[in-house]
């Protein structure tokens, strides 16, 4: 079982829709990250959170501790929204565990 | 300012060789961790290096190994080359570790034939 699990594994949205992508984890952590991974490999950090609830422009990432639970969502979805997000867990032990990724496509 | 830098882009190599794959951090930065990313597949963590010293290993075998310089900068040698090595190596840089945001290198993509 991993320790980090998203859900789901593909989405396809139409432009406008509004997203969410899902992320249990099993392990205790220090801080939950949210990355966006395009084609060709290049990994952007959106959002760090270990608790609440951060917004930035479109995309709003939330956090359970209690459920240990994440959510990650895109409001008003473009297609140049499209891409890989990706779900980490980093613990106070400096390990980090990866989700297997949420591949979004958002259809014009 | 200049983002995470890795070297090089691209490398073949062929299996029971050697390689080092080398990593700049954001200048400011003392902590550099290691990744594996296989094609499909999610990022797999494999070392944490901050200030010189290893703060985390992943479960990778002995093969893998890596240093952190007085300059911050890392280098990442895997010994013994296997097929199932192939993948994208992404390094990031924090400024003091894990509890800070990450910033992510544009990888280098390493083939064993």
């Known amino acids: 079982k991993n320790e980090v699990e998203q859900s789901p594994q593909n989405l396809t949205a139409q432009e406008g829709e509004f997203i969410t992508i899902n992320c249990s984890y099993s392990v205790g952590i220090s801080a939950l990250h949210w990355l966006q991974q395009h084609p060709g490999g290049g990994i952007v950090s959106l959002f760090m959170l270990s608790s609440g609830k951060k917004k930035h422009g479109r995309l709003i990432a939330t956090i359970n501790i209690q459920e240990k639970h994440s959510s990650l969502h895109i409001t008003a979805s473009h297609p140049r929204d499209s891409a890989v997000y990706i779900c980490a867990a980093s613990n106070t032990g400096n390990q980090f565990y990866f989700g297997t990724g949420t591949s979004l496509t958002v259809i014009p | 300012d200049a983002g995470v830098t890795q070297s090089p882009t691209h490398l073949i190599k062929t299996r029971g060789q050697h390689v080092t794959l080398r990593c700049s951090p954001i200048s400011g930065h003392k902590s550099v961790s290691w990744y594996q990313q296989v094609l499909g597949q999610g990022p797999q963590f494999i070392f944490q290096?901050?200030?010189?010293?290893?703060?985390g290993r992943g479960n990778f075998p002995d093969r893998f190994s890596a240093r952190q310089f007085p300059n911050y900068s890392s280098e990442l040698n895997v010994n013994a080359l296997l097929l199932g090595d192939s993948a994208l190596y992404l390094c990031?840089?924090?400024?003091?570790?894990?509890?800070?945001?990450?910033?992510f290198g544009p990888g280098t993509r390493l083939t064993v034939t």
């Open positions: 290096y901050y200030e010189k010293e290893e703060r």
């Open positions: 990031a840089s924090s400024l003091a570790g894990s509890h800070y945001e990450q910033y």
